[in-house]
């Protein structure tokens, strides 16, 4: 069973730096996608930051473009999101997710594994 755990989240002031982490357990999946989404109170999740594994692409909200970056480590077995300049619009819950047929960020249900979250704060 597929089994994903986010850390990372923190409070800090706006133009600081986190990086949030996603240990993933459980993916037999040779093909498959992750992604990173957010939901701030009163808001829809949105799509943030995706990479699709078996072509290494990425793609990135125009939102964070310039500013976060999704990577993984070699063994496949973490998803990293290192986010610069942050902005306090940024605050929010942040989710990662994996699908073995669903890529991008346009369709965050169809998403089947979710981690359970890690809050992000930023103060102006």
């Known amino acids: 069973q597929v089994q994903l755990v986010e850390s990372g989240g923190g409070s800090v002031q706006a133009g600081g730096s986190l990086r949030l982490s996603c240990a993933t357990s459980g993916n037999y999946f040779s093909n498959y996608c992750m992604a990173w989404f957010r939901q701030a109170p009163g808001k829809e999740r949105e799509g943030v930051a995706g990479i699709d594994s078996s072509r290494g692409t990425t793609v990135y909200a125009d939102s964070v473009k310039g500013r976060f970056t999704i990577s993984r480590d070699n063994a496949e077995t973490t998803l990293y999101l290192q986010m610069d300049s942050l902005k306090p619009e940024d605050t929010a819950m942040y989710y990662c997710?994996?699908?073995?047929?669903?890529?991008?960020?346009?369709?965050?249900?169809?998403?089947?594994?979710w981690g359970q979250g890690t809050q992000v704060t930023v103060s102006s």
């Open positions: 997710a994996l699908d073995r047929w669903v890529c991008g960020l346009q369709n965050a249900q169809a998403y089947k594994h």
